[in-house]
């Protein structure tokens, strides 16, 4: 979605938009980059990279994007078919798969949570500690969640499907 935003406002406004977003960051390394963005912003406005070079770069973010489409439409293809297969299986663990990952997910939720309060209230003096430390499992229960979140959602497609 991005990058389909990308290929429309083209190569000039990506570089102004960077090259801001680049300014505001302290590392030497952005800093540098920002510099270099505003040098290529320069040429543009002087004529030193042709609308002609323009053009043919936003043809070529669109091609990526199209490119990056397909891929995620494979991607989504190729999810929904294993859900499928799994629905059509006749093997009790695979047609029970879901529940128990749903399960197991809000008993680990469940568990950290009763964990995190307990510290809280037992030594409040770690809580600061202990509620940072739970920042770095965002990922963990991003993807985790992420998946429990499809299955329900194709889960009641499932049942939405059979009671018509």
Request: glycine share 4%; with cysteine; proline share 3%.
């Amino acid at each position: 979605m991005i990058s389909a935003l990308l290929a429309q406002i083209g190569l000039p406004m990506l570089i102004k938009t960077v090259t801001s977003a680049l300014d505001k960051i302290s590392s030497p390394t952005a800093k540098a980059a920002a510099i270099t963005l505003k040098k290529v912003d320069a040429a543009i406005s002087n004529g030193e990279i042709s609308i002609d070079e323009i053009k043919e770069s936003n043809r070529h973010i669109e091609r990526m994007t199209e490119l990056e489409s397909e891929e995620v439409k494979t991607a989504i293809s190729e999810v929904n078919a294993s859900l499928r297969a799994e629905a059509a299986s006749s093997d009790p663990y695979v047609r029970r798969m879901r529940p128990t990952f749903g399960y197991l997910i809000a008993a680990s939720w469940a568990c950290q949570m009763l964990a995190v309060a307990f510290v809280i209230l037992e030594e409040p003096d770690k809580a600061v500690t202990v509620t940072a430390a739970m920042s770095n499992l965002d990922t963990v229960w991003t993807v985790g969640l992420s998946v429990l979140g499809i299955y329900v959602y194709k889960r009641s497609q499932e049942k939405s499907k059979n009671s018509n």
